[in-house]
């Protein structure tokens, strides 16, 4: 028996209202993710990627279509805590210790002290940051700071972790281990990831499956099924002419987004 899809989007619309009248975000958008999967969503800014994310993780509501998460709405997926988010910026509190900003959300759940404490020490070492736990964030750099906003995700062991453009700030050299890292970790958790980036090699490098989308209204262009390996992936695969197969579908499809304008 194949096993039910943990994210699936079925003819999806979402229309904002403004000032200056209504603003289609999202267009029949339909999509399924497996556990497992590491999707990434690429396209143009403004593009809906963000948005379909926050629909996921019930921050926004669709119009009309049907969105579930682990087999049930996306609300109640999200009182499930069925899923941990990091978002662009660190989003760090400066004056709690990094161990006191992944402490946050189990406090927030009722979670025992003792209980805290595993936790925090084992997403710390699973970001290889565990000697680092009683910094404060204006002390670690900004890498490092990511690396705790991804451990405060994991921290409450959710299945689906939700990225929304991470790495986009930092400098290419960090960037580049950084993604190695988060294969790493993705490879050692096994957990479903729906992860939003601008950058083509990054999409390539880390997904199982690439999601295209075209400019606003954002529509679903192309959806790629990797053929590179799963788990730990060389840097230098980027050179490989199948790694590079992949990024021209992924620009094409790009191209072919803006056909719809």
């Known amino acids: 028996m194949t096993a039910a899809p ?10 904002f209202q403004t000032g200056d009248g209504p603003v289609q975000a ?7 993710i497996d556990k497992g999967d590491f999707v990434s969503f690429i396209g143009p800014s403004g593009c809906g ?3 379909f994310l926050r629909c996921i993780a019930a921050l926004e509501t669709p119009t009309d279509g049907v969105l579930t998460v682990r087999g049930v709405s996306a609300d109640e997926a999200r009182r499930a ?5 990091v978002f662009q910026a660190a989003g760090l ?3 709690r210790t990094i161990a006191g900003n992944i402490r946050l959300p189990l406090e927030i759940m009722g979670y025992t002290r003792a209980e805290q404490e595993t936790r925090v020490q084992k997403v710390l070492d699973l970001v290889e940051l565990g000697q680092f736990g009683k910094k404060f964030p204006w002390q670690l750099s900004g890498g490092m700071q990511q690396r705790a906003s991804i451990a405060r995700a994991l921290a409450f062991d959710a299945e689906i972790l939700l990225m929304d453009e991470p790495f986009g700030a930092l400098d290419e ?3 580049d281990r950084l993604n190695e890292e988060l294969l790493r970790l993705w490879e050692r958790t096994g957990k479903t990831i729906g ?3 601008h950058s083509i090699p990054e999409a390539v490098y880390l997904s199982t499956k690439i999601v295209v989308m075209s400019p606003r209204p954002g529509r679903i262009t192309d959806v790629i099924e990797s053929p590179l390996p799963r788990g730990h992936r060389p840097l230098e695969i980027r050179e490989s002419r199948e790694f590079l197969d992949i990024a021209h579908r992924v620009r094409e499809g790009l191209h072919a987004g803006h056909a719809f304008d």
């Open 6 to 15: 943990v994210i699936e989007a079925r003819h999806l619309n979402l229309t």
């Open 26 to 32: 999202l267009k029949d958008v339909n999509l399924t």
């Open 49 to 51: 990627k963000t948005t």
């Open 81 to 85: 805590r069925s899923y941990g988010y």
């Open 93 to 95: 509190y400066p004056w």
């Open 173 to 175: 050299i960090v960037r």
């Open 195 to 197: 992860f939003v980036t």
